[in-house]
């Protein structure tokens, strides 16, 4: 089976370092395997992902010689595809309206797991059609899919074999907010399936969304894909890097080093190569190697100070 992986960020901003860590790791593994690398815009918040920004996503891919297969689609198109398994998930009936506010889901009574995230306790898995017609008149409600008590196990090419426990670690979660917008979690497992992506490489910050995604795969009846959660980039004070602080976006970045500075710098963090020394994109290819990949926070190289 050919593999084919993809790159798919969030428009919200100007691409960083760890954007582009990213981008290059998944393009060089599917690229190693003489594979596919297809590239899609998530963008399901319009409001928030203005197209300018794609734009300027794709501008920097190529400039850094990072080049994709294929067209290119939008989140904030495929609604109509979004709805279609939100139905199946309805028809099974699995779903829910949700009411609660997200201070009331941060609130201190809430059960919080280690990595910070609120457990949700299910407020409103039981509502009667009396009280939802009723809560319907103060706001509109999200929707929820009930998780069952199941733990999911997948093997990550860099971190190993890891499990969660849906209802204990997961809790029922959001597929549609309620503005109508669809959440992450449904939108990347129909968009990876449809696609026929079966590597799919990010930021290893993603990966307890691994195991309901993979539940979902197995609902609509797909395979799930390989994973790859990267160690996260952090600056030299151990702080990871983030758009929101606009930490060396591309916009900087091209204005002071070649694109095979940047690759080559971001090649020797990650482990690919002994020197942090310019290296094309392609030319890393022949030295990819998952097992190079360390399992901890990965740190600027001192070219970037």
């Known amino acids: ?60 891919l190529r400039w850094l010689g990072l080049d994709w297969d294929g067209e290119v689609p939008y989140q904030s198109e495929r609604s109509d595809i979004y ?9 099974k009936g699995l779903l829910y309206p949700c009411f609660c506010s997200r201070a009331a ?103 307890s969304s691994t195991p309901r995604q993979i539940w979902l795969y197995r609902l609509f009846g797909f395979e799930p894909p390989h994973f790859a959660h990267i160690p996260l980039l952090c600056d030299h004070d151990g702080r990871r890097l983030s758009k929101r602080d606009e930490d060396l976006d591309l916009g900087l970045l091209r204005e002071r080093f070649t694109p095979a500075q940047v690759t080559g710098a971001l090649a020797y963090a990650a482990g690919l190569i002994d020197r942090p020394e310019p290296v094309a994109a392609r030319e890393l290819v022949s030295a990819f190697d998952w097992g190079k990949i360390p399992r901890h926070d990965l740190f600027l190289p001192d070219i970037f100070r």
């Open 105 to 207: 889901l941060h609130a201190a009574s809430a059960p919080h797991l280690s990595d910070g995230r609120v457990l949700y306790v299910g407020t409103c898995r039981n509502l009667t059609a009396e009280q939802v017609a009723e809560k319907r008149k103060m706001r509109a409600p999200a929707t929820r899919v009930r998780v069952p008590d199941e733990v999911v196990r997948f093997t990550d090419a860099v971190w190993g074999d890891y499990e969660e426990n849906l209802a204990e670690e997961c809790g029922d979660f959001i597929i549609r907010r309620s503005d109508g917008v669809f959440a992450y979690q449904l939108a990347v497992v129909v968009d990876d399936a449809l696609t026929g992506v079966n590597e799919v490489v990010r930021g290893a910050d993603l990966i």
């Open 1 to 60: 089976m050919q593999t084919i992986g993809r790159f798919a960020p969030s428009p919200s901003g100007r691409m960083h370092l760890g954007n582009v860590l990213c981008a290059l790791l998944a393009f060089l593994s599917a690229r190693r395997q003489n594979g596919q690398f297809l590239l899609r815009i998530e963008d399901l918040d319009a409001m928030r992902c203005p197209r300018s920004f794609a734009d300027l996503i794709m501008d920097d």
């Open 83 to 91: 709805a279609q398994y939100e139905a199946v998930l309805r028809e």
